[in-house]
């Protein structure tokens, strides 16, 4: 159980609002150099400046003194595969091949409750060792998939929004439900998990070509029937799937069209990639509230394409990130928003520290219609919290030596940190890094 108060000092860094495209000043940063950051019952209760010490009734508090570093809330990857850990760096294939060739063979593994245990417990140390708390996951087809994945994130206290995948053709034996059992396993999931502890459910289409009309017809209508579930689903990732998808459903006028004609498409519908979207689409996703997970690690290693993170967010759509393991390459949010800077400047845009940590904390909090319960350091969230080494190594530490503004030195921790970086990690006020620090697992 968390430790009834909890003192936390080090260089505090969240949002209070959505930084501007090239903001390197913005208002609607917050960092707060050397403060305590007060910790009771697992939820945030305030800060104070250091200098000032703590206050009288907080002496008895447990206390841990991070001077010097970093502390952000915990971040959150909002489109991520656990049992995809198996297939991670699987070489040369695009997104199709790449899912007939490694991704079916391994998922099919997790029908054993033995396999999707282990796979589960592995993937949630992996992500608090990357300092993720909260996710939106796929696990695979079968339930006891999805069971493992609730029950390993409950046991560490993470947040987790997750659902068993949908997937009733173009998939190999052993890897598809039906409509009738797939309804049923969700009525079921639902009931067991949806608003349990930190615990959220997902209708969890895999994407348009592996669901019959009748299955997403039926997703729709468990959406409709709760609107506090979310649904989870790919969309627009790769040029030869959006032409397979124009293919299969000829009679919608886009990829996202087909979700939407199903009752997929609302507030809390999170789409991963939409790289290939139209205005018309862009003007969708405002309507419905839905927000697209960017995934540059994944867009970058099967070369699907460089999402236009810019327009969309232009056109009023919500955008967070997301490492989409296994097709990207590793769970470290620092790593993945890297690669997001990459991807925005061949797209000609360049990506602040700001808005790229914001996406990865408030911005994905908000979208989820979760702010009051992460992404932030605000007192009354709980107390999901990083602590990070402003480098790791000497190419790092030099680079910070010679750093001179904040958004300088945020921006070479977040280009140049990963995992290495991570010294302390707290859930709901426990802590939970599960490895000593500086320690890769
Ligand atoms: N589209 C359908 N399934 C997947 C998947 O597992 N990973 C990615 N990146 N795209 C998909
Ligand atoms: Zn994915």
Redesign the pocket.
């Known amino acids: 159980p968390a430790p009834p108060r909890l003192a936390l000092r080090g260089d505090l860094l969240d949002f209070t609002g959505t930084p501007g495209w090239g903001e390197v000043d913005s208002p609607a940063v917050r960092f707060r150099p050397d403060h305590w950051l007060l910790v009771e019952g697992g939820r945030i209760a305030g800060a104070v400046p250091a200098a000032d010490g703590l206050p009288p009734d907080w002496a008895a508090a447990e206390r841990h003194d991070h001077a010097g570093r970093l502390v952000l809330p915990g971040f959150t990857d909002t489109h991520v595969?656990s049992p995809?850990l198996d297939v991670i760096a699987s070489y040369g294939t695009e997104?199709l091949d790449w899912?007939n060739t490694y991704?079916f063979p391994a998922e099919r593994r997790y029908a054993d409750p033995a396999v999707a245990a282990e796979g589960a417990a592995l993937f949630c140390d992996a992500l608090l060792a990357a300092g993720t708390t909260s996710a939106v996951v796929?696990p695979t087809v079968h339930k006891v998939s999805a069971e493992a994945l609730f029950a390993a994130a409950e046991a560490r206290g993470m947040r987790l929004v997750a659902g068993k995948v949908l997937m009733d053709r173009h998939a190999p034996d052993g890897l598809r439900d039906d409509v009738a059992q797939a309804e049923r396993d969700c009525i079921d999931l639902i009931g067991r998990w949806h608003g349990r502890g930190r615990s959220a459910y997902a209708v969890t289409v895999?994407?348009a070509p592996t669901s019959t009309p009748a299955q997403l017809a039926m997703a729709g209508a468990l959406c409709r029937a709760d609107p506090t579930l979310y649904m989870q689903t790919?969309v627009a990732?790769n040029r030869a799937e959006v032409q397979w998808v124009a293919e299969l459903f000829p009679e919608a006028r886009s990829y996202l069209d087909v979700y939407a004609r199903a009752g997929l498409l609302h507030r809390r519908s999170v789409l991963?990639h939409g790289i290939w979207l139209d205005d018309a689409d862009r003007a969708a996703l405002r309507e419905a509230g839905a927000q697209v997970a960017h995934?540059p690690s994944?867009n970058l290693f099967?070369g699907s394409g460089l999402f236009g993170w810019r327009a969309l967010e232009a056109a009023g759509g919500a955008v967070s990130v997301a490492s989409?393991v296994g097709?990207g390459t590793g769970l470290s949010m620092l790593r993945t928003l890297g690669d997001a800077y990459k991807v925005q400047a061949m797209a000609g845009e360049r990506l602040t520290a700001w808005k790229g940590l914001h996406a990865a904390t408030l911005g994905a909090a908000e979208a989820l219609d979760l702010a009051g319960e992460i992404g932030s350091l605000e007192a009354g969230r709980l107390a999901d919290v990083c602590v990070w080494d402003w480098a790791a190594g000497p190419v790092a530490e030099r680079r910070q030596a010679v750093a001179r503004s904040l958004h300088e030195k945020v921006f070479a921790w977040m280009t140049l940190g990963d995992e290495r970086n991570l010294a302390a990690c707290w859930v709901a006020g426990v802590p939970r890094l599960p490895r000593p620090p500086g320690q890769p697992r």
Do not use: N
Request: negative net charge.
């Open positions: 595969h995809q997104l899912l991704t796929f895999r994407f790919h990732e991963a995934s994944s099967l989409d097709g």
